[in-house]
Nanobody, 116 residues
């Protein structure tokens, strides 16, 4: 069982930046595909960004391209989501997910609030 923990959420003004981190308890995230999802109030959970397990290729939903960057840390013990130029519509509970093929493991989420 992989336990994921997210860090870094908070309150920020429009145009500001936050960096979210996702770590696995007792192990590295090397070898897992990892993604960030988010769920805004009253909306369904949506994919935000992902990173492949072998190639470290990255992919993003259109609304965050050019603003968000997903990456692994040097030791591959965590995966970060750098969020720049934040907008009120980015306000949501952000979840980290990991797995070998499917996203089998999920964190509890960290809240991001962007004020206008």
């Amino acid at each position: 069982q992989v336990q994921l923990v997210e860090f870094g959420g908070g309150l920020v003004q429009t145009g500001g930046s936050l960096r979210l981190s996702c770590a696995a308890s007792g192990r590295t995230l090397s070898g897992y595909r990892v993604a960030w999802f988010r769920q805004a109030p009253g909306k369904e959970r949506e994919f935000v960004a992902g990173i492949n397990k072998n190639t470290d290729g990255t992919y993003y939903t259109d609304s965050v391209k050019g603003r968000f960057t997903i990456s692994r840390d040097n030791a591959k013990s965590a995966v970060s989501l750098q969020m720049n130029d934040l907008k009120p519509e980015d306000t949501a509970l952000y979840y980290c997910a990991a797995g070998y093929v499917d996203y089998d493991y999920w964190g509890q989420g960290t809240r991001v609030t962007v004020s206008s």
